[in-house]
């Protein structure tokens, strides 16, 4: 199976607090991205990780790629509402197509 | 800025009437998605087109149909709108081989 599973799939969390938010899978994917949904947008792409063991930081996010390419992490340090929204991780769906695959989800909610 | 532009925003249609959504973009990508979402769900993939190669999902409904007349413009149409096909609508588009997608702010349909 190609499942990404989040965790936890709902957080609600007062603002100054920090975070963690995790995407597994049972097999391994190439390379794997994060993107935030905020309430009636579409998703917006926050990040692409391709290298195992990789970190990331974009100001107070920070992504990492497991070591084994199965799992990622995104973790928010001082969240603020403008924070909240649906947090999502998506691999490629690999072959010939250029589809992805979406985790479950993460929905966040910080309050001020 | 270019962008993935989709009108309109929010839709209202009846139970059993036609329905178009569009999509357009100023990115030059040439592949071009659409997706369901329903209440903070993952996005779910309807179809996508390769240029003017139409992949069809195998488990999207024969109501849903999509035409992509250029590389700029793609429409979904549903030909006879049920209770359960409210949901939000997104677009999104890539530039192959990238997997990164670059997402409309997503049409809101209500079916009344």
């Known amino acids: 199976t190609q499942l990404l599973e989040q965790s936890p799939q709902f957080l609600s969390i007062q603002e100054g607090e920090n975070l963690t938010v995790y995407c597994n899978s049972s097999?391994?994917?190439?390379?794997l991205q994060w993107y935030r949904q905020e309430p009636g947008e579409g998703p917006v792409l926050l990040v692409t990780?391709?290298?195992?063991?990789e970190v990331k930081k974009l100001k107070r996010l920070t992504f990492q790629f497991g070591d084994a390419r199965k799992d990622s992490s995104l973790h928010i340090t001082a969240a603020q509402p403008g924070d909240t929204g649906l947090y999502l991780c998506?691999?490629?769906?690999?072959?010939?197509?250029?589809?992805?695959?979406f985790g479950t989800g993460t929905l966040l909610a910080v309050q001020p | 800025d270019a962008m993935v532009i989709q009108n309109p925003r929010y839709q209202v249609t009846q139970f059993g009437k036609p329905v178009t959504l569009s999509c357009s973009q100023t990115?030059?990508?040439?592949?071009m998605y659409w997706y369901q979402q329903k209440s903070s769900q993952a996005p779910k993939l309807l179809f996508h087109?390769?240029?003017?190669?139409?992949?069809n999902e195998a488990d999207t409904p024969d109501n849903f149909q999509s035409r992509r007349p250029n590389t700029s413009f793609c429409f979904l149409d549903i030909r006879s709108p049920g209770l359960g096909d409210a949901a939000m609508y997104l677009c999104?588009?890539?530039?192959?081989?990238?997997?990164?997608?670059?997402f409309g702010p997503g049409t809101r349909l209500t079916v009344t």
């Open positions: 999104a588009t890539s530039s192959f081989p990238s997997y990164e997608q670059y």
């Open positions: 097999s391994v994917f190439s390379s």
């Open positions: 990780v391709v290298t195992g063991g």
């Open positions: 998506a691999r490629a769906s690999g072959g010939a197509t250029n589809k992805l695959i």
């Open positions: 990115l030059n990508h040439n592949v």
């Open positions: 087109y390769y240029d003017k190669d139409f992949n």
